[in-house]
């Protein structure tokens, strides 16, 4: 299976984890962010950009936010 083919069916093909962080940010502020997502970096001193350095760094909590932002669009 090529790549293009494995990204045909891949809802966030072409959207770029700051353009998801942003979103969810503007939708649920990082204070209801972090009661969504158990994760420090929305809880402590929260930006967009540290909070992009750190989703970069773990797979577990990059995975949880693109899941919340797959579940809003379906909305």
């Given at each position: 299976?090529?790549?293009e083919?494995?990204?045909?069916?891949?809802?966030?093909?072409g959207?770029?984890?700051?353009?998801?962080?942003?979103?969810?940010?503007?939708?649920?502020?990082?204070?209801e962010?972090?009661?969504?997502?158990?994760?420090?970096?929305?809880?402590?001193?929260p930006?967009i950009?540290?909070c992009?350095?750190?989703?970069?760094?773990?797979?577990?909590?990059?995975?949880?936010?693109?899941?919340?932002?797959i579940?809003?669009?379906?909305?």
């Amino acid at each position: 299976m090529s790549e293009e083919e494995k990204n045909k069916n891949n809802p966030l093909n072409g959207i770029k984890l700051q353009e998801i962080l942003e979103s969810l940010v503007e939708r649920y502020g990082f204070e209801e962010l972090s009661n969504r997502i158990n994760v420090r970096c929305f809880l402590i001193n929260p930006t967009i950009n540290s909070c992009l350095k750190f989703l970069r760094k773990t797979p577990w909590a990059r995975t949880k936010v693109e899941e919340l932002y797959i579940k809003i669009m379906k909305k």
